[in-house]
């Protein structure tokens, strides 16, 4: 039997009569075990937003989205924008312009449905949202599993990837949402001419 299984230790029959107490103290005991076993979860774990777009997975880190909202039915259009700007639509009173991720990337334009998805990115300056087909929730990774080498993709997008995570032989791509908001051919969404 291991040794965190043993409930004859005095400390752990005091805490009989408070269950939460008790349940935080076998908890303690058994990462104690664990970390003598190696099983610890490490407490540099990356979080993520997982989404789709096409058929490729992609990982946005965690603290780069504010908020994800459905996707509206109907998006009000901005004359002179283009293409990839899908339109405007106000969330809690902010105005919001939408992009469709798959067209600004090279892929084509994004077909709403049921699971589309706008990320709202997380940034002081820039009132902008991601139309993607789909959003996977949060992914948790154990840094060890962090490569440098994104893999290939088919979408132009390798200068806003920071590296993958592998994950049960599946490559995730890290898609920094700060490095597009900061880059000047994102931020020229007017038509040239």
Not at 46 to 70: K, Q, T
Not at 74 to 90: D, E, H, Q, T, Y
Not at 100 to 107: C, E, I, R, V
């Amino acid at each position: 039997m291991p040794r965190w299984a043993v409930m004859t230790d005095g400390a752990l029959s005091e805490l009989r009569e408070r269950p939460f107490a008790l349940l935080r103290e076998m908890e303690r005991r058994a990462w104690r075990v664990a970390g003598e076993h190696g099983d610890a979860p490490s407490t540099r774990d990356w979080v993520g937003i997982g989404f789709r777009l096409g058929d490729e997975r992609f990982l946005a880190p965690r603290e780069e989205v504010r908020e994800i909202v459905a996707s509206p039915t109907g998006l009000a259009r901005v004359p002179g924008a283009k293409a990839w700007i899908a339109g405007l639509i106000s969330i809690r009173g902010q105005l919001l312009t939408v992009v469709d991720l798959n067209a600004y990337l090279g892929g084509g334009a994004l077909r709403l449905g049921r699971d589309s998805r706008i990320l709202v990115i997380n940034h002081r300056e820039l009132g902008a949202g991601l139309l993607v087909d789909e959003v996977l929730g949060f992914r948790r990774f154990p840094e060890a599993a962090r490569v440098d080498a994104p893999g290939e993709t088919t979408l132009r997008c390798r200068r806003y990837l920071s590296g993958a995570f592998v994950q049960a032989d599946t490559t995730w791509p890290v898609f920094s949402l700060a490095a597009l908001s900061e880059s000047p051919s994102f931020l020229r969404a007017a038509e040239d001419g």
